[in-house]
Nanobody
Framework: QAQLVESGGGWVQAGESLRLSCSAS????????MRWYRQAPGTQRELVAS???????DYSGPAKGRFAISRDNAKNTVYLQMNSLKPEDTAVYYC?????????????????????WGQGTQVTVSS
């Protein structure tokens, strides 16, 4: 099993910046694609940005030009640098990752893969 823990959310004024972090821990064999999603009240969760283990990055429309995703593979950590924040960026931000984990029973080690979610971190931007 693995866990994702986000940090770095908070309250800021429009135009300011925040940096979110998300670290994976547990019986990790490999962390593949890591993503940031967000969900504002009354809306569906939407993809903000993603980064593969090889460093390929993709952004959704609202994030382009203002947000930057990065990762530290040695630390199994993904970051989201958010600049020029707007009130419409207010949401709960969730980390998401495709993780392979190991499970050992006696002399047998199995590897399983699935997608994990963090608990979310609140970002509030006031005008």
């Amino acid at each position: 099993q693995a866990q994702l823990v986000e940090s770095g959310g908070g309250w800021v004024q429009a135009g300011e910046s925040l940096r979110l972090s998300c670290s994976a821990s547990g019986s990790i064999f490999r962390v593949q694609t890591m993503r940031w999603y967000r969900q504002a009240p009354g809306t569906q969760r939407e993809l903000v940005a993603s980064v593969t283990s090889g460093g390929t990055i993709d952004y959704s429309g609202p994030a382009k030009g203002r947000f930057a995703i990065s990762r530290d593979n040695a630390k199994n950590t993904v970051y989201l640098q958010m600049n020029s924040l707007k009130p419409e960026d207010t949401a709960v931000y969730y980390c998401n990752a495709d993780i392979s984990t190991t499970h050992t029973m006696g002399s047998i080690t199995e590897i399983g893969s699935r997608t994990y979610w963090g608990q979310g971190t609140q970002v509030t931007v006031s005008s």
